[in-house]
T-cell receptor, first 111, second 111 residues
Framework: DGGITQSPKYLFRKEGQNVTLSCEQN?????MYWYRQDPGQGLRLIYY???????QKGDIAEGYSVSREKKESFPLTVTSAQKNPTAFYLC??????????FGPGTRLTVL | SQQGEEDPQALSIQEGENATMNCSYK?????LQWYRQNSGRGLVHLIL?????REKHSGRLRVTLDTSKKSSSLLITASRAADTASYFC???????????FGQGTELSVKP
């Protein structure tokens, strides 16, 4: 059963804490992506990775970090440097240049 | 940066009517994609149209692309209440697999 999963579904963070969002795919895709979505808005690209052990900053990378040690996994850490982290985070994977497959999302709230 | 802009921002129609959404973009592209998002969920890919294509069909969906006007339209025929969702266009901006999303059209289909 192929797909892309994200966990947790809901996440609460206290100010000053780092939190890590999980993204796993078994679609054998080389490329993976992290997006942020704010209410009523489109998606903005945080980081992307074309291939394992390589990743690039997107449009809004400040306050976020990623790793890509395995093809299947692309975790996103929201650091305390991100001043307004409350948002809906979406992970996606694809063959580079083709349609993207999205996970169900993680809703992060700062308390 | 948001390259795609959808129009209208919101659309409310009756079941059985057709729904047309438009997307404009700024730079040259290799392809343009349309996605659907149900409230609080991940995005689902609907259709991809390449820059050398003018029209594409998939079931009740019809997408057109006019590269001279840098615009695309998505037509949903004989709409159903289940079509209620937000619809996003995304372009690759000639950057390969990196997508730039518009702000979306929120479609409401009333039974």
């Amino acid at each position: 059963d192929g797909g892309i999963t994200q966990s947790p579904k809901y996440l609460f963070r206290k100010e000053g804490q780092n939190v890590t969002l999980s993204c796993e795919q078994n679609l054998n895709h080389d490329a993976m992506y992290w997006y942020r979505q704010d209410p009523g808005q489109g998606l903005r690209l945080i980081y992307y990775s074309q291939i394992v052990n390589d990743f690039q900053k997107g449009d809004i990378a400040e306050g976020y970090s990623v790793s890509r040690e395995k093809k299947e996994s692309f975790p996103l850490t929201v650091t305390s440097a991100q001043k307004n982290p409350t948002a809906f985070y979406l992970c996606a994977s694809s063959i580079w240049g083709s349609e993207q497959f999205f996970g169900p999302g993680t809703r992060l709230t700062v308390l | 940066s948001q390259q795609g802009e959808e129009d209208p921002q919101a659309l409310s129609i009756q079941e059985g009517e057709n729904a047309t959404m438009n997307c404009s973009y700024k730079t040259s592209i290799n392809n343009l994609q349309w996605y659907r998002q149900n409230s609080g969920r991940g995005l689902v890919h609907l259709i991809l149209i390449r820059s050398n294509e003018r029209e594409k069909h998939s079931g009740r969906l019809r997408v057109t692309l006019d590269t001279s006007k840098k615009s695309s339209s998505l037509l949903i025929t004989a709409s159903r209440a289940a079509d209620t969702a937000s619809y996003f266009c995304a372009t690759d901006g000639n950057q390969g697999g990196k997508l730039i999303f518009g702000q979306g059209t929120e479609l409401s289909v009333k039974p």
